[in-house]
Nanobody
Framework: QVQLVESGGGLVQAGGSLRLSCAAS????????MGWFRQAPGKEREFVAT????????YYLDSVKGRFTISRDNAKNTVYLQMNSLKPEDTAVYYC????????????????WGQGAQVTVSS
């Protein structure tokens, strides 16, 4: 069992930055791919970014490439999402998730989810 707790959400103006953190319980964090998804009001949850077990591979949603960076610290059981040059369309609840795959981009590949963190970008 893995428990995930997100932090770092908030309100920011367009062009600003936020860093989300996700702390995981358990001793096998390094054997989970970690991902970030988001869900805006009235829309389906969408993949944002994922990072492999050791952190050597990452994938991103096309619209966030070059602006968002996913990273992990296996010694701290924590995954991060650095978000720069934020846009109003990035407004959503952001969810951290853990997958037993080496790397995962599909919602169905994730078994554990955090409670979500609200990110609001004002224009």
């Amino acid at each position: 069992q893995v428990q995930l707790v997100e932090s770092g959400g908030g309100l920011v103006q367009a062009g600003g930055s936020l860093r989300l953190s996700c702390a995981a319980s358990g001793r096998t964090f390094s054997r989970f791919a970690m991902g970030w998804f988001r869900q805006a009001p009235g829309k389906e949850r969408e993949f944002v970014a994922t990072i492999s077990w050791g952190g050597g591979r990452t994938y991103y949603l096309d619209s966030v490439k070059g602006r968002f960076t996913i990273s992990r610290d296996n010694a701290k059981n924590t995954v991060y999402l650095q978000m720069n040059s934020l846009k109003p369309e990035d407004t959503a609840v952001y969810y951290c998730a853990a997958s037993r795959y080496e790397i995962a981009r599909r919602y169905e590949e994730y078994a554990y989810w955090g409670q979500g963190a609200q990110v609001t970008v004002s224009s």
